[in-house]
């Protein structure tokens, strides 16, 4: 039965990716791909597909998945990355896309759904960079002041989040727009002191745009991996809260 499920999954996957392919000068130019010129995302589609129909195929054959083992720490939306060159070794993929960190690109090339319909997703590099930049300003500015956090005034939007001040981080170079609308986006630091990207405006777009009506107990980011070739990465979790997508500690 769940072979069944999954390979029913995966006709829908490529018939609804070549379906997408064609229609791409009319279907992308919705929010959720205004962050990237057209011809990136064309690429973005073709390239998802190519890697989609190896992993399939690598899977019917040997069972498992072509992954790079990550361990248990590492986040849901950075832990199952493939393995592009034992798939193009191992003549699964003629050719590693361009847009692959492999070859120079700005992107990973990872499995979301891995136990029941593995699906492959990206995730943009320039994120996780910008991040990382914003972690080091925090973690510096926390070493000078006690352990105190760089955040904005009245800037706690759940419990144990905040919003970063930039500017009395020192981080003010390090804007960032969103892959998904090409808007601006805040940066979120939790108690600890981690750093994520704030992905509210994104999943309110994506809801409104849908119709969607979300459960309270749903992960939010989910509705963008359903509309987008991206994932949510350096990310929380977010649940409605009042009407509102609100980031939440795990």
Sequence with gaps: MQNRKR???????RFACGLTIFLLSGLLSGCLYRGEPQERRVSYIESVDRVQRAIDR??????IL?????????????KFRIN??????????????????????SVYFLVINEEIDPTVKVMDL???????DVQRAVDLYRSKRDGKLPVQENGEISPGVYRIDLEAAGAENYSLKSVYSGQPLDYLVDKDGRVYVDYAFDIMQALDQTGAKPGEDKDLREILTDQSYFVPVKSLP????DGTPVPQIE
């Design 7 to 13: 390979r029913g999954g995966r006709m829908y996957r």
């Design 58 to 63: 690598f899977q019917e054959d040997q069972g």
């Design 66 to 78: 072509p992954i790079i083992t990550a361990g248990e720490e590492t986040p849901r939306y950075e």
């Design 84 to 105: 592009l060159d034992q798939l193009n070794q191992q003549g699964y993929l003629e050719q590693i896309p361009q847009a692959a960190f492999e070859k120079g690109g």
């Design 126 to 132: 320039a994120t996780v960079q910008k991040v990382n």
């Design 238 to 241: 977010y649940r409605w809260v």
